[in-house]
């Protein structure tokens, strides 16, 4: 059993991935290729907005977007201690403090209710994180920035195809950041990201940061560097995009069935908050009091897991020096200790999801 099964997957859009590698290597346009412009106007198109900057990977479109907005040494930018470490780091690596705000209890995203108090003079932006493939309360987050003068970047690493209030995940906030590593809801076969906005001025600084700075061959009007996203795994994206729709509707039938079946155990399904329309599970992960056993099963019947993640950022070595200590944040620390992940894939089938779930 595959946790994330990309060898089926490939089997069956082979023709199509090996037909756009072979049309690439054959015009030897490995750089800002037209299947990089093909892919920015597609997939912009499809999340609704104007415009999508296509770049190197998803902790590169974060910067990109920090370095966009002029973020520098003194700054403070709230985003969640329950995340990836990249949601921190790219803060960190501008000299920024990244401030924490715990998580909610049921969807593990920033808990609304305490933004408002971690405003101070210092805060120029927002990442909240779409974690697990649904969507933060974005609306609320953008009414709270708007009040304040502050930017939103939604970190929709997890989430590329999730819908909110009958709108795209990547095009909630003023600009939004989503990864292609191969693992993602729709991934290549690399290192992948796409910056997304409605607004020119900053679209224009997204592409110039992500081409060192460049305005124009050998005209730097700005600090950057090369974030570029090569024509090969363009490519590979497109062929692939055509099927994601109907990948996203199964992840999501997936996810249902999962939770269904579980009703009536003591595990804790993923959950949906009202506003979600659909959530693409880029980790089905569940909470269970005994993680350590429950894995060591899993794992003996063949079912491979991950945890996603076992540790807060606040308590992560790197990034002690904020200050940050246990009961900190007693939510995400919480989730922490009991979160678990199981295999979620479009190719899953029912009975593969009737014996995971028979083994708890």
Do not use: W
Not at 101 to 129: F, H, L, W
Not at 158 to 169: C, N
Not at 205 to 210: D, P
Not at 216 to 234: C, E, K, P, S
Request: with cysteine; hydrophobic share 40%.
């Amino acid at each position: 059993m595959e946790f994330i099964d990309l060898k089926t997957q490939y089997k069956l859009y082979k023709d199509e991935i090996d037909k756009k590698i072979s049309a690439n290597l054959n015009n030897a346009s490995f750089i800002n290729g037209s299947d990089v412009r093909e892919l920015e106007n597609t997939l912009a198109a499809y999340v609704g907005v104007k415009h999508a900057v296509a770049c190197s990977n998803g902790t590169d479109a974060l910067l990109i977007a920090l370095m966009a907005y002029g973020i520098k040494k003194g700054d403070e930018i709230i985003t969640t201690p329950f995340t990836f470490a990249a949601t921190a780091e790219v803060i960190c690596m501008l000299g920024a403090t990244p401030v924490f705000v715990d998580i909610e209890e049921r969807t593990y995203n920033i808990d609304v209710t305490k933004i408002a108090s971690k405003i101070t003079k210092y805060t120029k932006g927002i990442i909240p994180v779409s974690l697990y493939g649904q969507a933060a309360d974005m609306d609320e987050i953008n009414r709270i920035a708007k009040k304040h003068g502050l930017f939103v970047i939604e970190d929709a690493c997890q989430s590329f195809g999730a819908v909110y209030k009958g709108k795209k995940s990547c095009a909630l906030s003023d600009v939004s950041a989503t990864s292609f590593f191969p693992s993602k809801p729709l991934g290549c076969y690399g290192d992948g990201g796409m910056m997304f906005t409605d607004d020119d001025e900053l679209a224009s600084k997204l592409r110039c940061v992500a081409n060192h700075g460049q305005q124009g061959r050998y005209n730097h009007v700005m600090l950057g560097l090369n974030f570029r996203l090569d024509t090969i795994q363009a490519g590979i994206l497109l062929a692939k995009f055509k099927h994601f729709e109907d990948e996203a509707e199964k992840r999501k039938t997936i996810g249902a069935k999962y939770t269904e079946m579980f009703k009536g155990s003591e595990v804790i399904t993923p959950y949906l908050a009202p506003y979600t329309d659909r959530c693409v599970y880029a980790q089905y992960s569940i909470r269970v009091n005994n993680r350590e056993d429950v894995i060591k099963k899993l794992n003996e019947a063949g079912v491979p897991t991950a945890v996603h993640y076992p540790m807060p950022l606040h308590l992560q070595p790197a990034y002690l020096y904020l200050g940050g200590k246990k009961g900190d944040y007693p939510v995400s620390e919480a989730v922490a200790r009991e979160i678990m992940s199981l295999p979620m894939h479009p190719f899953l089938k029912d009975a593969e999801i009737e014996s995971i779930v028979s083994l708890f």
